[in-house]
């Protein structure tokens, strides 16, 4: 891969980020200022322009964040038609245990790593560095489920839109920089870009 081809990628990847993370961004500094309601439809607008430009950037639909941007759109449409937040505290929950319970059940009843087409080409690992990887986020994501469940039904409403940013962002984030690790021992190929400088 040559210099140039580097960069383009890596700034492909900074934009489809800025395009996942720019809804729920929004989404906090508008509910900071006007409220849960206005929030909400914000980032309705927000994920439903973020979801066809991602598709531009990426040449394809991308799974985890049209499922996720489809709750957006239906749980915040009835938090909005029926004035109940309700609906868009549940959205994280149900999402991330359909995605654990997708995951865990192409293991369990398919034995077949699902990951492995979302990220097969981003990531190649061997059966087993697929499986372990696969059973890894089937686990996280019911953690974060249960997260969400106690953040909204324990907590403010602020605190539970707080949490998003200052828990559930940093949880998933340390615990994706922890699967490194894995990722540089089940490498299959030589140009394994995980154990540069190791």
Do not use: H
């Not at 500094?29 to 309705?44: H, K, L, Q, S, V």
């Not at 759109?73 to 009835?78: E, H, K, R, S």
């Not at 909005?80 to 505290?89: G, R």
């Not at 994706?176 to 190791?198: E, H, I, T």
């Amino acid at each position: 891969m040559t210099e140039k081809t580097e960069e383009q990628d890596g700034m492909r990847r900074l934009y489809a980020t800025a395009l996942e993370l720019g809804p729920l961004v929004l989404f906090f500094a508008a509910n900071g200022r006007w409220g849960i309601y206005w929030g909400t439809g914000i980032f309705i607008m927000a994920t439903a322009i973020a979801l066809p430009c991602y598709r531009w950037l990426e040449k394809r639909w991308p799974v985890m964040p049209l499922v996720g941007g489809f709750f957006v759109l239906v749980f915040g449409g009835l938090t909005i038609w029926l004035q109940d937040d309700t609906f868009i505290k549940l959205k994280p929950t149900i999402v991330n245990c359909l995605f654990g319970t997708i995951l865990g059940g192409g293991l369990l009843l398919f034995r077949r790593p699902l990951l492995k087409p979302l990220f097969g080409t981003a990531f190649r690992l061997t059966d087993e560095g697929w499986r372990k990887l696969t059973l890894r986020w089937t686990l996280f994501f019911f953690v974060l489920a249960a997260v969400n469940e106690v953040m909204w039904r324990g907590f403010t409403t602020d605190t539970w839109i707080a949490s998003k940013m200052f828990l559930s962002f940093p949880l998933t984030l340390v615990f994706a920089f922890l699967q490194v690790p894995l990722l540089k021992r089940y490498w299959d190929g030589a140009d394994n870009p995980f154990a540069r400088g190791s």
